[in-house]
């Protein structure tokens, strides 16, 4: 088993609909959760992080995180076609381990 | 201060050629780091520094990879006797320790080097 799954895709929406992608992780030692969003052929930039079971917004986007059943999700609302990308979840365990276990990302189109 | 920046952006090799990157990351970020990512999956964890000490290596880095950072600055990622299934982004990202707040994996990236081994 993979330490980072994430929902198969791609995923095509309409303009305006709220999109809810997932991920769940086994590795306990993970504290800290990131979704990154990667435009074709560049680099992935950081979305939204947090380190604690709940909900976290920003914006048009929620990130939720229950680590009892470790399951991540970012929602996003009134979706645009500028959020056409792959998101990427990512955990990591901070402190001296700090490398990211990335999920395989999820590649999101919104039609206008 | 205008990110990481890598160079080359891409890089095509002809097999058992030895290629090297470089990344120039976030001024002041004492953390870089080196990923390998590969059509429809996420970066992979390479390796990765704090000032100049390298840290942990994956072990997908191969006797073949080699990364330095000899000044706590740059860095580069060397990979000797190239191989096709080595063609992929080359990711550098950085992160400071020193903002405080624990937020010490909120990492910066690259927009990459894409090596094509043919």
């Known amino acids: 088993q993979k330490e980072v799954e994430q929902d198969p895709g791609p995923l095509s929406v309409p303009e305006g609909a709220i999109v809810s992608l997932n991920c769940t992780y086994s590795n306990s030692a993970f504290q800290y959760f990131m979704w990154y969003r990667q435009y074709s052929r560049k680099g992935p930039e950081l979305l939204m992080y947090?380190?604690?079971?709940g909900n976290k917004e920003d914006g048009r986007f929620t990130a939720q995180v229950d680590k009892s059943s470790k399951y991540i999700s970012l929602f996003i609302r009134d979706s645009q076609p500028s959020d056409s990308a792959t998101y990427l979840c990512a955990e990591g365990g901070g402190g001296a381990n700090s490398k990211l276990t990335f999920g395989k990302g999820i590649t999101l189109s919104v039609r206008p | 201060d205008t990110g990481v920046s890598q160079d080359p952006r891409h890089k095509i090799t002809k097999r058992g050629q030895n290629v090297t990157f470089r990344c120039d990351p976030i001024?002041?970020?004492?953390?870089l780091y080196w990923y390998r990512q590969t059509l429809g999956q996420g970066p992979e964890f390479l390796t990765y520094?704090?000032?100049?000490?390298?840290?942990?290596k994956s072990r997908l880095l191969s006797d073949r990879f080699s990364a330095e950072r000899p000044k706590g600055s740059f860095s580069t990622l060397e990979i000797q006797r190239t191989e096709q299934g080595d063609s992929a982004m080359y990711l550098c990202?950085?992160?400071?320790?020193?903002?405080?707040?624990?937020?010490?994996?909120?990492?910066?990236f690259g927009q990459g080097t894409r090596l094509t081994v043919v």
């Open positions: 520094f704090q000032n100049e000490a390298q840290l942990e």
């Open positions: 990202a950085s992160s400071s320790t020193l903002t405080g707040g624990g937020l010490d994996t909120e990492a910066f």
């Open positions: 001024s002041e970020h004492n953390r």
């Open positions: 947090t380190y604690s079971s």
